[in-house]
């Protein structure tokens, strides 16, 4: 009798329905062996096109690297994918090891001579090639890739630039590490007496909360921003909410996580690299390829929105000191949220405990996929029958209206152990069809505070935004249409990646959404009257982790003092004291931990894009208008990196951006 042996969850492709992951068969221990299976078989497909005798080709060269490492590519996203959605002490035991196998491959290819002499005859020979527009774009990224990964180094600096580049890898992961171990472990734990003001749904959730980590009949707070930022809002205990706000705004900067010196360790290393590759900072190294091509061009931006975000900050807290002073206090850092809340119900009769009533996870979530039906037609089926990587995780089919399948989206929206802060959405696999279609699946992460058993999970205006911000990426994935799996969906520069999802939160807030789910008219016209209160100090905020963050990788410095250096530039700007940036340095994983190093101004530079193009509905008369949101599917969606983006948004808009529409959508023009 033979035997049949059962299919490998990471290494053979999957059988379940979309080739969707097999989480209910993936065990933690199974992943380095099959990282070692799958790189020393993406090792051997790169020596193939490296020492293929024939002369370079884009079929033989380009093509075939596109092809290369599939295997490895899918594990490497399950992966991802569980670190941080998932993660537990044997997955954070492997981390560091496998991030350093990756980048030792990633290095090694860059700096394969043989390889590299194939791609520059390629790109020299590029405009008699016959390319089409997407080919040469691929040649393009391919050659300036090889070269900013050191492909021009002699023997010496490629030995440098690969150590610098283990040592990163292994300083980002201990960042996230670090985030996440603090986040874990730091808890609030309140009774009964101490929750004046706050909204009947936000103490069961913190009830639920303590009562699975065994504090029942307590109410238990963490450092989830949902959580942090609710506290901060609506609690009368002024001390709770000083607590809060130093654990929140703290948060590794010292004590058992400190991040301080991993932040310096980090800039000096980045500097190095690129002072390696002939740039005169990490910025310039970093935004070679975006759309602002400059960091004078980033920062010019934002200075221009810093002037008017700054005047319009200090008028509002004229007005919460106000406040402040009928109840014989200085405003605080840990006061602004709170007495904001009191003007928006004040004046404008916005009662955030309220909204959060209507504003459910469950409606929400299908408001979000509702928008998607009358802008693009698409269609969103629970499968019940595909496991998640979590009992809160959802799976589901999406296709055309007529039922054509375009791909799977996974949520997992709900806050708990072991799960990275903050929200992202990323990709289990890439569209393409470099040798026949094949179908995205993407998914979404949060981290909104569960409700208990029978309850539903209620969201902030905020929340709700940050729900379609991701389904915006989400869609870009899924409407991806490109032939080569590098170019697809949100695979474009980081300024222009933000553009789809940031142009998405208009949705949420447009009263034809909010009527669709139960939001009473007085409500949806308090939440339009209110939106534009409070934009200076969020504008201020979000700008003041933005310049610190490009001021800090445009500094030349070998040997920075992280602490010192945003201590000279937020003065510099006259960062007011009692706002602090959106994101602390010791925290600040979009930087130390993603991929949004010197980048992060690129939230502002998308949102230019999508005031100006959401700005065109309102020239149309509709938001659902379906001549515009048929051109920003095929224009800006669909193409993904497959043309320079400007050319994307030329295309849908008719002309370059315009950032009019952005300075008087938050109220500044």
Same mark, same amino acid.
């Given at each position: 009798?033979?035997?049949?042996?059962?299919?490998?969850?990471?290494?053979?492709?999957?059988?379940?329905?979309?080739?969707?992951?097999?989480?209910?068969?993936?065990?933690?221990?199974?992943?380095?062996?099959?990282?070692?299976?799958?790189?020393?078989?993406?090792?051997?497909?790169?020596?193939?096109?490296?020492?293929?005798?024939?002369?370079?080709?884009?079929?033989?060269?380009?093509?075939?690297?596109?092809?290369?490492?599939?295997?490895?590519?899918?594990?490497?996203?399950?992966?991802?994918?569980?670190?941080? /959605?998932?993660? @537990? !002490? *044997?997955?954070? $035991?492997?981390?560091?090891?496998? +991030?350093?196998? #990756?980048? =030792?491959? %990633? &290095?090694?290819?860059?700096?394969?001579?043989?390889?590299?002499?194939?791609?520059?005859?390629?790109?020299?020979?590029?405009?008699?090639?016959?390319?089409?527009?997407?080919?040469?774009?691929?040649?393009?990224?391919?050659?300036?890739?090889?070269?900013?990964?050191? /492909?021009?180094? @002699? !023997? *010496?600096?490629? $030995?440098?630039?690969?150590?610098? +580049?283990?040592? #990163?890898? =292994?300083? %980002? &992961?201990?960042?996230?590490?670090?985030?996440?171990?603090?986040?874990?472990?730091?808890?609030?734990?309140?009774?009964?007496?101490?929750?004046?003001?706050?909204?009947?749904?936000?103490?069961?959730?913190?009830?639920?909360?303590?009562?699975?980590?065994?504090?029942?009949?307590?109410?238990?707070?963490?450092?989830?921003?949902?959580?942090?930022?609710?506290?901060?809002?609506?609690?009368?205990?002024?001390?709770?909410?000083?607590?809060?706000?130093?654990?929140?705004?703290?948060?590794?900067?010292?004590?058992?996580?400190?991040?301080?010196?991993?932040?310096?360790?980090?800039?000096?290393?980045?500097?190095?690299?690129?002072?390696?590759?002939?740039?005169?900072?990490?910025?310039?190294?970093?935004?070679?390829?975006?759309?602002?091509?400059?960091?004078?061009?980033?920062?010019?931006?934002?200075?221009?929105?810093?002037?008017?975000?700054?005047?319009?900050?200090?008028?509002?807290?004229?007005?919460?000191?106000?406040?402040?002073?009928?109840?014989?206090?200085?405003?605080?850092?840990?006061?602004?949220?709170?007495?904001?809340?009191?003007?928006?119900?004040?004046?404008?009769?916005?009662?955030?405990?309220?909204?959060?009533?209507?504003?459910?996870?469950?409606?929400?979530?299908?408001?979000?996929?509702?928008?998607?039906?009358?802008?693009?037609?698409?269609?969103?089926?629970?499968?019940?029958?595909?496991?998640?990587?979590?009992?809160?995780?959802?799976?589901?089919?999406?296709?055309?209206?007529?039922?054509?399948?375009?791909?799977?989206?996974?949520?997992?929206?709900?806050?708990?152990?072991?799960?990275?802060?903050?929200?992202?959405?990323?990709?289990?696999?890439?569209?393409?069809?470099?040798?026949?279609?094949?179908?995205?699946?993407?998914?979404?992460?949060?981290?909104?505070?569960?409700?208990?058993?029978?309850?539903?999970?209620?969201?902030?205006?905020?929340?709700?935004?940050?729900?379609?911000?991701?389904?915006?990426?989400?869609?870009?994935?899924?409407?991806?249409?490109?032939?080569?799996?590098?170019?697809?969906?949100?695979?474009?520069?980081?300024?222009?990646?933000?553009?789809?999802?940031?142009?998405?939160?208009?949705?949420?807030?447009?009263?034809?959404?909010?009527?669709?789910?139960?939001?009473?008219?007085?409500?949806?016209?308090?939440?339009?009257?209110?939106?534009?209160?409070?934009?200076?100090?969020?504008?201020?905020?979000?700008?003041?982790?933005?310049?610190?963050?490009?001021?800090?990788?445009?500094?030349?410095?070998?040997?920075?003092?992280?602490?010192?250096?945003?201590?000279?530039?937020?003065?510099?700007?006259?960062?007011?004291?009692?706002?602090?940036?959106?994101?602390?340095?010791?925290?600040?994983?979009?930087?130390?931990?993603?991929?949004?190093?010197?980048?992060?101004?690129?939230?502002?530079?998308?949102?230019?894009?999508?005031?100006?193009?959401?700005?065109?509905?309102?020239?149309?008369?509709?938001?659902?208008?379906?001549?515009?949101?048929?051109?920003?599917?095929?224009?800006?969606?669909?193409?993904?990196?497959?043309?320079?983006?400007?050319?994307?948004?030329?295309?849908?808009?008719?002309?370059?951006?315009?950032?009019?529409?952005?300075?008087?959508?938050?109220?500044?023009?």
């Amino acid at each position: 009798m033979i035997e049949l042996l059962e299919a490998d969850p990471l290494l053979d492709e999957s059988a379940l329905p979309f080739g969707a992951p097999d989480f209910a068969r993936i065990d933690t221990a199974d992943f380095l062996p099959a990282f070692r299976t799958a790189l020393a078989e993406a090792k051997a497909e790169i020596a193939a096109i490296a020492n293929d005798p024939a002369p370079a080709t884009f079929d033989n060269s380009i093509a075939q690297l596109e092809r290369s490492g599939a295997r490895l590519a899918r594990i490497r996203r399950i992966f991802w994918t569980l670190s941080s /959605a998932r993660s @537990d !002490a *044997a997955m954070r $035991a492997i981390e560091t090891d496998i +991030s350093a196998m #990756l980048t =030792a491959h %990633g &290095t090694a290819i860059s700096h394969d001579a043989k390889l590299f002499a194939r791609i520059r005859s390629l790109w020299e020979a590029r405009e008699s090639a016959g390319l089409d527009e997407a080919q040469m774009r691929l040649v393009d990224d391919r050659y300036r890739g090889f070269v900013d990964g050191g /492909a021009l180094l @002699d !023997a *010496a600096g490629k $030995a440098r630039f690969a150590e610098l +580049s283990q040592q #990163l890898s =292994a300083l %980002g &992961t201990q960042f996230g590490q670090n985030v996440l171990a603090a986040a874990d472990e730091w808890e609030l734990l309140l009774d009964a007496d101490d929750l004046d003001g706050l909204p009947q749904p936000m103490c069961e959730s913190a009830a639920s909360s303590a009562t699975e980590r065994g504090h029942d009949g307590r109410y238990l707070f963490t450092l989830d921003r949902g959580d942090a930022e609710g506290l901060l809002t609506f609690s009368r205990g002024r001390d709770l909410r000083e607590t809060m706000w130093r654990a929140f705004t703290g948060r590794c900067d010292g004590g058992p996580h400190d991040n301080r010196a991993l932040v310096d360790a980090i800039l000096a290393l980045r500097q190095e690299r690129a002072a390696m590759l002939g740039y005169p900072s990490y910025a310039d190294y970093a935004l070679v390829d975006s759309m602002a091509k400059t960091p004078e061009a980033a920062s010019g931006l934002l200075m221009r929105v810093w002037t008017p975000a700054l005047r319009q900050a200090q008028a509002e807290q004229e007005e919460l000191q106000r406040l402040a002073d009928a109840d014989g206090i200085t405003l605080a850092p840990w006061d602004w949220r709170f007495y904001a809340e009191q003007v928006r119900r004040d004046r404008y009769a916005l009662d955030g405990g309220e909204v959060k009533k209507h504003l459910t996870l469950d409606r929400v979530r299908e408001a979000a996929f509702g928008t998607a039906s009358r802008l693009y037609g698409l269609r969103f089926q629970p499968r019940t029958d595909l496991p998640g990587w979590h009992e809160d995780v959802t799976a589901w089919a999406v296709s055309e209206t007529d039922g054509t399948p375009l791909g799977l989206l996974y949520t997992d929206y709900l806050a708990r152990a072991g799960k990275h802060g903050g929200a992202w959405m990323g990709s289990l696999r890439v569209q393409e069809k470099i040798d026949g279609p094949v179908l995205p699946i993407a998914y979404l992460v949060a981290n909104f505070a569960k409700a208990p058993p029978g309850a539903d999970t209620g969201l902030s205006i905020d929340e709700a935004r940050t729900l379609f911000h991701e389904f915006g990426h989400a869609l870009h994935a899924l409407l991806s249409d490109v032939t080569y799996p590098s170019q697809a969906g949100t695979a474009v520069p980081r300024d222009f990646v933000e553009f789809p999802s940031k142009f998405m939160e208009h949705w949420i807030v447009a009263p034809e959404t909010l009527a669709g789910f139960g939001v009473p008219p007085a409500l949806i016209a308090a939440i339009g009257q209110a939106d534009d209160f409070g934009e200076g100090f969020a504008t201020v905020e979000f700008l003041a982790s933005a310049i610190l963050d490009l001021e800090l990788h445009r500094s030349a410095d070998a040997a920075p003092d992280s602490r010192a250096l945003e201590a000279e530039i937020l003065a510099r700007i006259a960062m007011p004291a009692i706002i602090v940036p959106r994101h602390g340095l010791a925290h600040f994983t979009h930087v130390f931990d993603g991929g949004y190093a010197a980048a992060y101004y690129s939230y502002l530079w998308s949102e230019v894009l999508d005031a100006d193009a959401f700005a065109a509905f309102g020239e149309a008369g509709s938001i659902f208008d379906p001549a515009l949101a048929a051109r920003f599917r095929k224009e800006v969606l669909a193409p993904g990196n497959s043309r320079d983006p400007a050319d994307s948004f030329i295309a849908f808009r008719g002309r370059d951006p315009d950032e009019a529409a952005l300075l008087q959508l938050r109220g500044f023009g």
